[in-house]
């Protein structure tokens, strides 16, 4: 129950308006769009507490959910410091598991099978089975495709299909290649009698919906929910939660479109922005105040998103204003290769904290891993002290692991002398030391985590006054509650990692074309998730921002800054001179997108005029026609389609739509040669798309 020392006054007046009504909207349905910065775990944890407190809600029939246990651990401890205790603040998953676990034995008279840890095994297994081989790289972009299928709700039969139409891709793979696979990893997991991860939330879906009296005391146990980061539900995260919620009102959602970056993996932000109307009666709350980043860094994050291309049907972005303070502007930076980048950027942190600020509270943010290395070795050339975060949970890597069973056992006999001191000891005969071992890998990783769980244990007890079986306790129960360590050293993070976090100095780099965005992301909604992953890295920093990017190295040709940048850095830095609205001088390519109106840098986007990530206009009929009359005339005088018109020419003119020959010369691959030859017909197809159009309005 909540702590009597307490009042619902109290609780709502640590909170902005915005935060207050979200605290206050007790009666119904709420979806809260909460931009980056903008507090809205506080403004959830003080709408549980308020209602707790006001009688309005049952902490112990509360469920609040979230994507990390951090977030959940996070979540627990300001419950606590409100003094709100009975909701269950916990991930999908672990809310799943604890209730498959409870109920399967008795809807289906056996144990529900372990949850196997060996993925990497089975889809080994798989692979060699269907005849490829054991590379990790493509194992786990198998394993990625497998979680995908899963949480999308995909069957291995209507794999091959679905997957070329969104254009899946695995390691170039054929989607039928990948189907098999698929199936071989069940039929794995099956001889092995285990599930995997993605399997407890398909089995607590399948147990809640073939077992009504099971999901009636389910919905029995818990009537109020919360979910937070709902821009990341997936469709079988979203079965799960109606199947949880069932007919009760009491539903607060809180996300932000504008950090949806997991699509690859099955998000769906829809999930989000559809929430009004299919809550008829909810009630939606925009949090927009940022108090984490300076205006500068705020002005910088508005501009990226501002000017993304937006579909009619698409909400307009939320515009933080920022709280905090002035600082510094941005700072923008082109280097000739990634090595001269890396040195750069760790030259940048030493002066940092020179002037004093801590290596804790810096960070590099990478867009894949591979970029990691060069960085790391940049860092420790100048004695930058640094740690790398994986996806991995701290108080379930295997060292942290066996550091506290060994702690626990120690603590039993709890020798004599300071806790902290025993703690060393121990750490040291596992193969701890002082100093950090040199270079990177596995050995690295593993003196990282014993290296913060020192650093945990003298934030626990600086004066060292603790007994080891004291300290045991404590490091324990920080376990119970995810309270993950920060090591005294720069962060090196990929952009996806860094979601949720944040640090005084970030510094993003290779911010260029093929990088961010990706070269693989090809469609508009994957350059439009490119382009919010910036923005995610963007909003990571509260008062020194750092973007930068290389221009290629040796052999190579230069390469770009990203687009999302374009017009936002100093002129000094712009690789080419910035494009000009219009047309090129004597030419008929065009030098800005149509759409987005930022600058056009390759001869195919020039000639559709558009980026080709941004979306098109022309009509699929439309282009089916001019494509079929294509081949005709290909067919007829023996030649290639593409020496008739390219694609890219006939989906400018569908975009387009010239009406007389003038217009139609004026696109690119045209000419007067073959305006000669084929205008007549094309301008006849489309005059012919028009008014077919037009009888469609009558």
């Given at each position: 129950m909540a702590c009597v020392d307490a009042t619902p006054d109290q609780v709502l007046a640590a909170l902005d308006p915005e935060q207050r009504q979200v605290a206050t909207a007790l009666d119904g349905p709420v979806v809260v769009l909460a931009g980056a910065g903008t507090g809205k775990?506080?403004?959830?944890?003080?709408?549980?507490?308020?209602?707790?407190?006001?009688?309005?809600?049952?902490?112990?029939?509360?469920?609040?959910?979230?994507?990390?246990?951090?977030?959940?651990?996070?979540?627990?401890?300001?419950?606590?410091?409100?003094?709100?205790?009975?909701?269950?603040?916990?991930?999908?998953?672990?809310?799943?598991?604890?209730?498959?676990?409870?109920?399967?034995?008795?809807?289906?008279?056996?144990?529900?099978?372990?949850?196997?840890?060996?993925?990497?095994?089975?889809?080994?297994?798989?692979?060699?089975?269907?005849?490829?081989?054991?590379?990790?790289?493509?194992?786990?972009?198998?394993?990625?495709?497998?979680?995908?299928?899963?949480?999308?709700?995909?069957?291995?039969?209507?794999?091959?299909?679905?997957?070329?139409?969104?254009?899946?891709?695995?390691?170039?793979?054929?989607?039928?290649?990948?189907?098999?696979?698929?199936?071989?990893?069940?039929?794995?997991?099956?001889?092995?009698?285990?599930?995997?991860?993605?399997?407890?939330?398909?089995?607590?879906?399948?147990?809640?919906?073939?077992?009504?009296?099971?999901?009636?005391?389910?919905?029995?146990?818990?009537?109020?929910?919360?979910?937070?980061?709902?821009?990341?539900?997936?469709?079988?995260?979203?079965?799960?939660?109606?199947?949880?919620?069932?007919?009760?009102?009491?539903?607060?959602?809180?996300?932000?479109?504008?950090?949806?970056?997991?699509?690859?993996?099955?998000?769906?932000?829809?999930?989000?922005?559809?929430?009004?109307?299919?809550?008829?009666?909810?009630?939606?709350?925009?949090?927009?105040?940022?108090?984490?980043?300076?205006?500068?860094?705020?002005?910088?994050?508005?501009?990226?998103?501002?000017?993304?291309?937006?579909?009619?049907?698409?909400?307009?972005?939320?515009?933080?204003?920022?709280?905090?303070?002035?600082?510094?502007?941005?700072?923008?930076?082109?280097?000739?290769?990634?090595?001269?980048?890396?040195?750069?950027?760790?030259?940048?942190?030493?002066?940092?904290?020179?002037?004093g600020t801590p290596w804790r509270e810096m960070a590099v943010l990478t867009r894949i891993n591979a970029q990691a290395p060069a960085l790391e070795a940049a860092l420790a050339d100048l004695g930058v002290p640094y740690s790398v975060r994986g996806s991995e949970r701290f108080y379930e890597r295997p060292e942290i692991r066996q550091a506290l069973t060994h702690l626990g056992a120690r603590a039993q006999q709890d020798p004599p002398g300071p806790g902290l001191s025993a703690l060393r000891e121990l750490l040291t005969g596992l193969g701890w030391s002082s100093e950090p071992p040199q270079g990177s890998g596995r050995v690295r990783e593993r003196w990282e985590s014993w290296q913060a769980l020192v650093d945990v244990g003298c934030d626990v007890d600086p004066d060292e006054e603790l007994t080891l079986g004291q300290l045991a306790d404590e490091l324990h129960a920080r376990a119970s509650l995810q309270h993950v360590p920060v090591a005294d050293s720069v962060v090196v993070s990929t952009l996806h990692s860094a979601k949720g976090l944040e640090w005084d100095a970030v510094a993003l780099v290779g911010v260029q074309e093929g990088t961010l965005p990706f070269v693989l992301a090809s469609t508009p909604s994957q350059v439009d998730e490119e382009r919010r992953l910036l923005y995610v890295g963007i909003t990571r920093a509260r008062r020194h921002l750092r973007l930068s990017w290389s221009r290629g190295g040796p052999g190579r040709s230069s390469r770009p800054v990203s687009r999302f940048l374009d017009g936002l850095t100093p002129a000094t830095l712009v690789e080419e001179p910035k494009p000009r609205a219009g047309r090129r001088r004597g030419t008929t390519l065009a030098d800005v997108c149509r759409v987005c109106g930022e600058g056009l840098r390759t001869g195919a986007d020039r000639k559709l005029g558009r980026h080709a990530g941004c979306p098109s206009s022309y009509d699929e009929s439309l282009l089916a026609q001019l494509k079929q009359w294509r081949l005709e005339v290909a067919q007829a005088a023996s030649m290639p389609a593409f020496v008739v018109f390219t694609d890219a020419t006939l989906i400018a003119i569908a975009e387009q739509l010239p009406t007389s020959s003038s217009e139609l010369l004026a696109i690119s691959g045209v000419g007067r040669s073959k305006l000669e030859r084929h205008g007549d017909d094309v301008l006849r197809i489309l005059a012919d798309h028009r008014s077919a159009q037009g009888a469609t309005l009558v």
């Open positions: 775990t506080r403004a959830i944890t003080h709408r549980i507490a308020h209602a707790a407190l006001v009688g309005a809600h049952d902490p112990g029939r509360t469920l609040a959910v979230t994507f990390t246990t951090r977030a959940a651990g996070e979540m627990r401890s300001r419950l606590q410091a409100l003094g709100v205790a009975g909701v269950q603040a916990r991930t999908f998953h672990s809310a799943a598991l604890r209730q498959v676990q409870h109920f399967w034995p008795r809807a289906y008279g056996v144990e529900l099978p372990p949850v196997s840890d060996q993925r990497m095994g089975l889809a080994a297994q798989a692979a060699h089975e269907c005849g490829l081989s054991a590379d990790t790289a493509l194992l786990r972009d198998l394993l990625g495709e497998i979680s995908w299928a899963k949480v999308s709700n995909v069957t291995i039969g209507d794999y091959p299909r679905l997957a070329r139409a969104t254009g899946r891709q695995v390691a170039g793979l054929e989607p039928a290649a990948v189907a098999r696979v698929l199936g071989a990893y069940e039929a794995a997991k099956r001889e092995r009698g285990v599930i995997d991860f993605d399997d407890i939330l398909l089995c607590t879906v399948a147990l809640l919906h073939e077992h009504p009296d099971v999901a009636e005391q389910v919905r029995g146990r818990y009537r109020h929910f919360v979910v937070d980061e709902y821009q990341d539900v997936s469709p079988l995260q979203q079965t799960l939660l109606d199947a949880w919620v069932g007919d009760s009102v009491d539903l607060c959602v809180v996300g932000d479109p504008q950090q949806s970056i997991h699509g690859f993996a099955g998000a769906r932000p829809e999930h989000l922005l559809g929430f009004s109307a299919a809550h008829p009666n909810c009630r939606e709350v925009r949090l927009v105040r940022d108090y984490r980043s300076t205006p500068q860094v705020v002005q910088l994050a508005n501009r990226v998103l501002a000017r993304a291309p937006r579909r009619r049907d698409q909400p307009a972005p939320l515009n933080l204003v920022a709280q905090a303070p002035d600082g510094p502007d941005p700072e923008f930076a082109s280097l000739p290769d990634g090595a001269a980048e890396a040195r750069a950027v760790a030259s940048w942190f030493r002066d940092l904290h020179a002037s």
